[in-house]
């Protein structure tokens, strides 16, 4: 079993940069998808983005450029760097993971979900 624990939310201001940490125990943290997303007041959890084990990467439409996803296999860490961030960026934030790459933007096909961390960026 995995255990994802997420990291590094907080208030920023619109414009600025933010990054959120993603520390999973398990063996196999090298052979997962792992993937960010996020859920705000009233709306649906939704995939941000997501790395494979192989660093194939994805990224939402309402990211792409300000969002970069990463990862450190010997840290069995996964990173997200926010920047140019929006007051609708604000959401909790929740980490995942998945045996599957091609299934990462659908709720069901997650394996194993972090605790959320929230993100709130004032305009």
């Known amino acids: 079993q995995v255990q994802l624990v997420e990291s590094g939310g907080g208030l920023v201001q619109a414009g600025g940069s933010l990054r959120v940490s993603c520390a999973a125990s398990?063996?196999?943290?090298?052979?997962?998808?792992m993937g960010w997303f996020r859920q705000a007041p009233g709306k649906e959890r939704d995939v941000v983005a997501a790395?494979?084990?192989?660093?194939?990467?994805y990224y939402a439409d309402s990211v792409k450029g300000r969002f970069t996803i990463s990862r450190d296999n010997a840290k069995n860490t996964v990173y997200l760097q926010m920047n140019t961030l929006k007051p609708e960026d604000t959401a909790v934030y929740y980490c995942?993971?998945?045996?599957?790459?091609?299934?990462?933007?659908?709720?069901?096909?997650?394996?194993?979900w972090g605790q959320g961390t929230q993100v709130t960026v004032s305009s």
């Open positions: 995942a993971a998945t045996a599957s790459f091609s299934r990462v933007t659908m709720r069901e096909a997650i394996d194993y």
């Open positions: 790395i494979s084990s192989g660093g194939r990467k």
């Open positions: 398990g063996r196999t943290f090298s052979s997962y998808t």
